[in-house]
């Protein structure tokens, strides 16, 4: 999930690598062994003094005014808490008009990868003036990403790629090359990851959620939570119920314990499909003709359009601005799935496509398909999904599966069905945790219909996990993550009210238009 926190044109090509390659300026995160700290005098759910939190203004410029960073120490291991300490960055806006103010709202974070504290800096502002005062409104980097403690797996830069750590097949549908990749990313994760790589997992997340809750002295928070967050959320609502207050899941995947993450991914297939006809809506567009960006004539021939020149690139892989990357067909569909994200991405496509058509173009490739992530940033985007559950190893499964998968979903062409590093990884140290209907009413789902990432058929089984405890608005709409973005006004009218004065739909309900 992406989430997997992208609205203007630059950070949307920052989500579409799983915003992972940023920092906050603070101090180096290390793992270090337990130290005398300032005390908040709170205790944690294992008995142990939760630390104060000592904030700092860290507002960039043209940010969001106000904004404090500061760093939470929390144990590398729960069953140990007064051993070895990892530093999570922890951000907040406090509220502008204290009389107002009713508690605290936790924006989390999507990905697994994406940094909060940086979604709060972009999301601040429409934020802030979406509550009105009422909250404090407070950020984490989870572990891995951003200002907190971070792992690497010692990756080669070939491994690295986008394209590449996602297992798209080979032009034929062979998956050798993928087994072989993906053997390799396992083994190096296991040899320099370490126990900081394996405590990269969702219940570690909530743990340290609820940690941060206690160093505020909250007794309950509200929240909002974005694709992968969502589930995260959900965990969190399962594990500590009574710390909830208004929840909104936004842009909800499945959460079946038996699939946590690897059905994440072979539901993109299915999103792709839902979202497409948007994008070939758009591009046959007449008024693309006064942009220089209409592909076809008619919607109908968008789809064939797109499948044979992707199929002409696995044959005759074109030179890109990008030296030493070329444009692949693969990395054609690798944008693809980037820029069904959001309308405001189509262009690039359209863009990278009429280039790919031309024998004089030199195609610029988009910022998700032009180079490798940096190390660290590449084990998080592994290290959570695979620490969660087992996944499958089967080779010859898995062959199966992508060669079904292909012919039913070209677009992704058996991409969500192959085999990752995951199926390498070491087993999971704990189960993942099986969301139920227990614990208080008090969540509101948001979903745009046509989701890439997160589809709807996803969606509906994280409402029917959840029961009377929640209540789902669907908007028929496409793009992921749906308030304050990729949303219509509707959508958004109804998680403020919901956030700001506890209204909630009675039943399911639909925003139209």
Known sequence: MTTYTHRTHRTHRTHRTLLLALSVATVAATVTAAAPVARAGTHGTTGTTVPALTWRPCAEPGGLTGQECAHLPVPLDYRDPDGPQLSLAVTRVRSDRPAARRGTLLVI???????????????????????????????????????STRADCGLDAADR?????????????????????????????????????????????????????????????????????????????????????????????????????????????VGAEDRFPDFAAWAADPAREREGLRLARRPEDV???????????????????????????????????????????????????????????????????????PDQDATTFMAA??????????????????????????????????????????????????????????????QNRRDPYTPYSGALKMRRALGDRARLLTLDHGGHDVYLGNGTACGDRTVTAFLTTGRRPQTDTHCVG
């Open 109 to 147: 974070p999507g990905g697994p990868g994406q940094s909060g504290v940086r979604r709060l800096a972009a999301k601040g502002p429409a934020l802030r003036k979406a509550m009105a005062g009422m909250y404090d409104l407070v950020s984490i980097d989870p572990r891995g990403v951003g200002g």
């Open 385 to 446: 999904v695979c620490n969660d559950v087992r996944w499958p190893a089967s080779v010859p499964a898995h062959r199966r599966a992508v060669t079904a998968d292909r012919a039913r979903h070209p677009l992704t062409a058996g991409m969500p069905a192959n085999i990752t590093p995951c199926g390498f990884w070491k087993a999971p140290e704990e189960p993942p945790t099986r969301i139920t209907a227990d614990g208080p009413s008090n969540i509101l789902m948001v």
């Open 303 to 373: 789809r064939p359009l797109f499948l044979a020149l992707a199929a002409k690139l696995d044959r005759e892989p074109k030179k890109s601005t990008t030296p030493g990357v070329p444009l692949t067909g693969n990395r054609l569909r690798q944008a693809l799935q980037s820029a069904l994200l959001s309308d405001g991405l189509f262009a690039e496509l359209a863009r990278l496509v009429q280039q790919a058509q031309d024998p004089a173009a030199e195609p610029v490739l988009p910022d998700s398909v032009a180079g490798p992530l």
């Open 161 to 269: 790629h986008l394209v590449t750590l996602r297992s798209w097949p080979g032009p034929d549908g062979g998956i050798d090359g993928n087994v072989a990749r993906s053997r390799r990313i396992a083994e190096a994760c296991q040899r320099h990851g370490g126990a900081v790589l394996r405590s990269f997992t969702t219940r570690n997340e909530t743990r340290d959620i609820d940690r941060l809750r206690q160093a505020l002295g909250e007794e309950k928070l509200s929240a909002w939570a974005s694709s992968y967050g969502t589930y995260v959320g959900a965990v969190y609502a399962q594990k500590y119920p009574r710390h909830t207050d208004r929840w909104v899941l936004d842009s909800n995947g499945d959460p079946d314990p038996s699939r946590v993450a690897r059905g994440w991914l072979a539901n993109v297939s």
